[in-house]
């Protein structure tokens, strides 16, 4: 089965793909908000965005998404997080969903989604 990297980075920035899709699905890791503001309701509005582009530049979209995995870095940033993802989310098809609170690499940063969606 072949797999399709697309948006390979490159040194000094940690190697990674910005997606893969192999066997009819896309996977996108690491999504996390672009100067998007220092607050949890416009980072999520921002990385949601992200996510959606990222789909859509391989052929699929939100609906298609089967998993995410959301990492905020307080839990006291919950509800507001919660409140944009379900303005976001295509409330007939969610998506089976996971949220941990962790600390996140990039500084400010303060939600990141890691995605896996149908093609």
């Known amino acids: ?15 990674s793909s910005r997606a ?3 066997g009819g699905k896309v ?3 690491g999504i996390r908000a672009a100067d998007a503001g220092p607050d949890i309701v416009s980072q999520t509005r921002a990385a949601l965005k992200r996510v959606e582009n990222g789909l859509l530049e391989v052929g699929s979209n939100k609906h ?18 919660n409140a944009v993802w379900n303005e976001w989310v295509v409330a007939e098809q969610p998506p089976l969903r996971a949220c941990v609170r962790g600390e996140l690499c990039e500084a400010g940063a303060l ?8 093609r």
């Open 1 to 15: 089965m072949p797999i399709e990297r697309i948006g390979i980075t490159e040194p000094p920035a940690p190697i």
């Open 20 to 22: 893969v899709v192999c």
């Open 27 to 29: 996977y996108l890791g």
């Open 64 to 81: 298609s998404i089967l998993t995410v995995q959301i990492w905020i870095t307080d839990m006291s940033d919950f509800a507001d997080m």
């Open 111 to 118: 939600v990141e989604f890691v995605v896996v969606a149908l």
